[in-house]
């Protein structure tokens, strides 16, 4: 089995109400993937509350740079949940 | 050095075009300022106010990135972005660009490409406060519309 | 009501802005500004000044004729055009032209548009005082280009 | 003989500086148009003086509307010479 790393996940507005969190700390294993990460979220949260994080409309971004493909988490990654965005 | 700052506190125009003028030097002839503000009205439902949240490192380097893709499309001296998060009521000025350059178009073009990247590129969520509930804002068609125009126009073209 | 201003005297982008706001009221959600100011340098020899003249009651008449255009195009809700005569050093403010609307892209839109046609149709006459001698200025083909762009595009079409 | 009536001239930027003059009154006939209005300024000035006004560039204001073509001037009019116009 591989090794466990922390990674640190945050949600940002609508799907912060939604989930009702801004930030959790997760278990997952070392160089997980996109599906990896979702399978873990699932375990911590239900699957009626991870929902929201699938919509086709929500970004993932690992330390602030949004990947559209899949990844390999590492040791103190920050995992961010986004809603479409609008500034200005 | 360019000036991009997210805060919760208001901004004073006049203050960003003092430094704006300062930092541009002898050669500015064009200082071109947007002010975004909350708007009361939105179709029937009156807005009370907006609530806008960030990321704090990722929104400011999402705001660099389109300042830097100005600074390559046009022939920029300055150029500040200040954007305000948190509660913000009706009437209240929630963002401000302004842009110094020798020419009038460049300045122009360069502070309205950044406004409309901004809205569709910039990492802000925007919750309306509106008599009749709280609604998510998302950017319209007419938004993207704006941001593609400017994927149009060839950055070499437009630099004097 | 809108407000021109032709005057020797310098003005206040602060103050202006201040103005326009209260003016605007509660629908506004983007003013957009443009100062244009005396640069230095043009091409080889340094400009010392400008020297502006206007022509009383017709250079007014002038500058409405283009704001009541701008209003026949977008939905403003208020615009404030401020020009200087007179001698005028290099870094001084020459003009000044503040618009409100509803939306960015119909104040954006009526701020270049103003200045554009100040440049070609109001009536003012400036003088170049250079370090290699006096040159009266004349408008420019890029600016008579930027004049005739806006008569292509047709005010219904850019009415929301 | 037509009756006389006196009107104003102006002359703005370039021009006044090359009349070395920024107004003068001028006697015309009652109804003068664009060439009788010249006439008179070319007898009052010197025709060497009065060249600078006949360039294409130098557009003419009466009562401060430009007039393209001809026009009938009356007592008290406003006449101004303007060289090419540039603001902002």
Redesign the interface.
């Known amino acids: 089995m591989a090794s466990r790393v922390k990674v640190n996940v945050?949600f940002?507005?609508?799907l912060?109400e939604d989930l009702g969190v801004s930030e959790i700390e997760l278990d997952v294993s070392m160089l997980a993937g996109r599906s990896d990460l979702l399978d873990a979220l699932t375990n911590e949260l239900g699957t009626e509350c991870v929902a929201p994080l699938l919509a086709e409309n929500i970004s993932i971004?690992i330390n602030?740079n949004i990947e559209k493909g899949d990844f390999s988490l590492e040791a103190g990654d920050e995992i961010?949940f986004?809603?479409?965005?609008?500034?200005? | 050095m360019d000036v991009i700052r997210v805060q919760a506190d208001d901004f004073s125009l006049a203050t960003e075009y003092e430094a704006c003028a300062t930092e541009a030097g002898r050669d500015c002839g064009a200082v071109a300022a947007f002010v975004g503000l909350v708007r009361q009205a939105d179709d029937d439902a009156k807005v009370v106010g907006l609530h806008l949240e960030h990321y704090p490192v990722m929104t400011e380097e999402s705001i660099e990135k389109i300042v830097h893709e100005a600074h390559q499309r046009w022939s920029l001296q300055h150029i500040r972005v200040v954007h305000r998060t948190g509660a913000l009521n009706a009437g209240s000025q929630i963002v401000l660009v302004v842009v110094a350059s020798s020419h009038r178009p460049d300045a122009f073009a360069a502070c309205e490409f950044i406004m409309d990247l901004l809205k569709t590129e910039a990492v802000f969520w925007k919750k309306e406060i509106r008599s009749d509930g709280e609604v998510w804002i998302k950017s319209t068609a007419g938004d993207y519309d704006r941001r593609d125009g400017w994927k149009n126009t060839v950055a070499s073209s437009l630099k004097r």
């Open positions: 945050l940002f507005a609508s912060k971004a602030r961010a986004l809603p479409p965005i609008t500034g200005g």
